[in-house]
């Protein structure tokens, strides 16, 4: 017998998430061009397990050890994080924070701009990666964009996980075919108001 997955805890869940990113697609970039002469042009914000103590640390790509990145620990654990491999982001609201980064999960990075805008990228490619973006934007607390379609090959279990992010995306749809509705009844009525007009 599968697990069972409490359909009405995740439907409380989805009615949370904020729908600012439902239209978001994904913008074209050359991360080696985006870094200037100092290294600068943003910050990679990832957590990585310490192979030493095996603590969760927050980094921003740098490849040293775990006590220079959290002045609370002597461990000497080398901590390896990996920035944006792919030539893409996905764009998120500008409340973002760099602690955010503790609740992704994947090959997912949360990207901080010196502009003070925020992304999404991966840090990892080779095959279809929709299901990690969307369990990203959900993670937080955004629905994910309708930009997606999620690929058969994550397994057959009906898991929370999996059950979450479909939910998530049923919800997204909805979202932008209301507002194509509501566009729709828009022109719909300004056609009407303007052929009066014209008699």
Not at 22 to 41: C, S
Not at 109 to 130: H, K, P, Q, T, Y
Not at 144 to 167: K, N, S
Request: aromatic fraction near 10%; proline fraction near 5%.
């Amino acid at each position: 017998m599968k697990n069972k997955v409490d359909i009405e805890r995740i439907k409380e869940e989805v009615k949370q998430l904020r729908n600012d990113t439902v239209t978001v697609k994904p913008v074209n970039i050359d991360w080696a061009q985006r870094i200037d002469e100092n290294g600068e042009g943003y910050k990679s914000w990832s957590c990585e397990e310490c192979p030493e103590c095996e603590e969760e640390v927050l980094t921003d790509a740098c490849h040293t050890e775990h006590k220079y990145l959290d002045m609370n620990t002597d461990c000497e654990g080398y901590i390896a994080a990996d920035g944006p491999m792919m030539n893409y982001y996905y764009p998120l609201p500008d409340d973002m924070d760099c602690e955010d980064a503790r609740k992704l999960s994947g090959p997912i990075v949360l990207i901080e701009f010196d502009d003070g805008n925020w992304a999404l990228a991966l840090s990892g490619g080779g095959m279809d990666l929709s299901w990690d973006i969307c369990r990203a934007f959900i993670d937080l607390g955004y629905l994910p964009p309708i930009e997606f379609r999620l690929p058969e090959f994550a397994g057959d279990e009906w898991t929370y996980d999996r059950a979450r992010i479909v939910m998530a995306m049923l919800r997204s749809l909805e979202c932008a075919h209301n507002w194509i509705k509501s566009s729709v009844r828009h022109l719909v009525h300004l056609e009407e108001y303007l052929k009066k007009g014209d008699t």
